[in-house]
């Protein structure tokens, strides 16, 4: 097949529009409510009714009407008390925080904004976070015992500008107790559940929140939105799981005997999410579990993974589980914040089983992505950043796109001097692309584009050589893979001492590319580049049917390995029919133009003349062109 035009679209119009995965707005699929329900199922009216749903876990139950909490007069009432707090912004780059009133009795309290974190020993009294980011808007969690009641709360501040930014109380537990371990069907007959607020914490163990805390077995949620609420899970010492609809979702699988699919349809949210492990539908997928026609456009911040859809998901190992995330999307922003940051438009993090793959099919995401890291020169850090998933081993990803801005940084604090010797045993690296951050073991990814701007910066001393960058406008870092009919027309950007970026992979081994092309611009500034239109880093390699069009630069102050196609590459290369007409800048030891760092024979380089830099191996290299 012959190569596209460079005009945009894909090389085989396989994909369809944009508009045809959801509307944004309302359900995916339009639900007629019913009120023809069977004698099996309770009609719910009002909160008491939904908190009722806990006295028969098993049970079956509708929605007969819209709930608002704020109008809502059934008399529910979870306790709680209230918790005073004032939180400022002081010159400086200050925060301050004062949670209670002198005389009360604070303890088990954890305070994250950002990187950033504190613990507020003494009620009524200011606890300082200092060299706070500035002109940013960030997520406060924060979680603690007052007066022996256990709190949570999650707080958006606008770090831009000095002065207060809240100053009064909130409800320690939020207006509606989590409904746990449900494994019924629960259908919201196309109503929604308004204002509604989960805030759960532990000193100890794990916690999830959300209208369900955890939903198991063969449990249905479906045709339900949840509308400007907010769910926080906090703990001292353990996980903590946030969604809109539930905060784990575990179906078990023992000896491979299974109750039937775990599933979530036709569902969205609009509100704020925030925990360890947060999902704008479920914090923590267990097993296996299926999620179709959903969408989130509330604000996802975790502290670990996040995602649109799914935080954090892993299958049995071994067993014939899978998680199956189909028709869904996303427009919130989603962030997560850690010195190991998981963050994805769909999913956070996932991991599955070896003989039975997950499959993200038909997905996309509008929202910013973005994961960060910043931490002292002797600890490693990653961000795994990806416009649909931030990190994937064993997940086939079909039909998806990305036109939100994805952003993956790690930045090593307390040095000012770069002559300090650093142990090489540190590793910070960030793993971003359009599609995935980083994905292993043979996955496919096909008919998936990118269109949102793809960033990923590693800011280390010049001397931490493993101060990675791994950046692709599809995807950041991935072995084996098979990448098909996809393409990138965002704009690729990476620094770090060491940059592997391309317009389709940052960096691979052994991949198969095949009818993919790149119209965005490749750069990378630093040290020790690889960068190119297509692959920046390869081991072995075949191409077919590619081609790019972007400009590559690379503006390096040492190692430059930069081509229109592939930066730098070692092993068996198969290249067909494809090309680069994009123009090629380069600053370093190393630079060429359509081929970069090429180590194989130099006398095969010479029948195609292609220029190239590159030591003699073993390689077998045809390329043909059009």
């Not at 079956?60 to 909490?69: G, P, Q, S, T, V």
């Not at 409800?171 to 759960?200: E, K, L, Q």
């Not at 003989?355 to 099919?361: D, G, K, L, Y």
Request: with cysteine.
């Amino acid at each position: 097949m012959a190569v596209g035009g460079g005009d945009g679209g894909l090389l085989e119009n396989t994909l369809g529009s944009e508009s045809s995965i959801g509307s944004h707005g309302g359900f995916i699929v339009p639900v007629t409510p019913r009120t023809d329900f069977d004698a099996s199922y309770t009609p719910i009216y009002n909160v008491q009714d939904l908190s009722n749903i806990r006295n028969d876990l098993s049970g079956n139950y509708y929605l007969a009407n819209n709930i608002d909490f704020s109008t809502d007069s059934s008399g529910y009432d979870n306790g709680g008390i209230d918790v005073p707090l004032k939180v400022e912004v002081k010159e400086g780059n200050i925060l301050e925080i004062t949670i209670g009133t002198i005389g009360d009795t604070l303890a088990d309290t954890r305070i994250l904004f950002g990187s950033l974190n504190a613990s507020a020993l003494t009620a009524g009294i200011a606890e300082t976070i200092s060299d706070i980011p500035t002109t940013v808007i960030q997520t406060l969690v924060m979680g603690g015992i007052l007066n022996s009641e256990p709190f949570a709360f999650s707080l958006e501040v606008d770090t831009s500008s000095v002065g207060l930014k809240f100053n009064g109380s909130f409800d320690s537990n939020g207006n509606f107790d989590p409904i746990g371990a449900f494994t019924g069907i629960f259908d919201g007959n196309g109503y929604t559940i308004n204002g509604m607020h989960t805030a759960v914490y532990s000193s100890s163990g794990d916690v999830s929140s959300g209208l369900f805390s955890w939903v198991e077995e063969s449990a249905q949620i479906k045709n339900l939105g949840v509308l400007n609420g907010s769910s926080v899970a906090a703990s001292y010492t353990g996980a903590a799981y946030a969604g809109s609809i539930a905060g784990s979702a575990h179906r078990v699988n023992l000896d491979d005997v299974a109750f039937g699919s775990l599933i979530i349809t036709n569902c969205y949210n609009t509100g704020s999410v925030a925990g360890s492990a947060a999902g704008g539908i479920v914090g923590n997928g267990f097993g296996s579990l299926t999620i179709t026609n959903c969408y989130n456009t509330g604000l996802v911040t975790a502290y670990a993974y996040a995602g649109g859809i799914v935080g954090y998901a892993i299958s049995h190992t071994g067993f014939s589980d899978a998680m199956t995330i189909a028709d869904c999307y996303n427009t919130g922003s989603v962030t997560a914040i850690n010195r190991y940051a998981y963050v994805g438009g769909i999913v956070g993090y996932t991991i599955n089983s070896l003989t039975n793959p997950s499959s993200i099919i038909n997905c996309n995401n509008a929202g910013t992505v973005t994961g960060s890291a910043v931490v002292d020169v002797s600890i490693s850090a990653e961000a795994h950043v990806g416009g649909i998933v931030g990190y994937t081993i064993r997940t086939t990803i079909t039909n998806c796109y990305n036109t939100g801005s994805i952003t993956g940084s790690v930045t090593v604090t307390s040095v000012v001097d770069v002559s300090i010797v650093v142990d090489v045993s540190t590793i910070t690296r960030a793993y971003v692309g359009g599609i995935v951050g980083c994905l292993h073991d043979n996955d496919p990814i096909t008919n998936c584009y990118n269109t949102g701007s793809i960033t990923g910066l590693v800011t280390a001393p010049k001397n931490a050589i493993y101060a990675q960058a791994y950046v692709g406008g599809i995807v950041g870092d991935t072995s084996s893979p098979t990448i098909t009919n996809c393409y990138n027309t965002g704009s690729v950007t990476a620094s770090g001492n060491a940059v592997y970026t391309g317009g389709i992979v940052g960096c691979t081994f052994y991949p198969t590319i095949t009818n993919c092309y790149n119209t965005g611009s490749v750069t990378a500034y630093g040290s020790l580049l690889h960068v190119g239109g297509i692959v920046g880093y390869t081991v072995t390699l075949t191409i077919t049917n590619c081609y790019n069009t972007g400009s590559v630069t690379a503006s390096g102050d040492y190692s430059s390995h930069v081509g229109g196609l592939v930066g730098r590459a070692t092993g068996t290369l198969t290249i067909i029919d494809s090309e680069s007409t994009g123009s090629v800048t380069a600053s370093g030891s190393k630079t060429s133009g359509s081929m970069g760092d090429l180590n194989i024979d130099p006398r095969v380089l010479a029948i195609i003349a292609i220029v190239a830099i590159g030591g003699i191996g073993a390689a077998v290299f045809l390329m043909r062109r059009r």
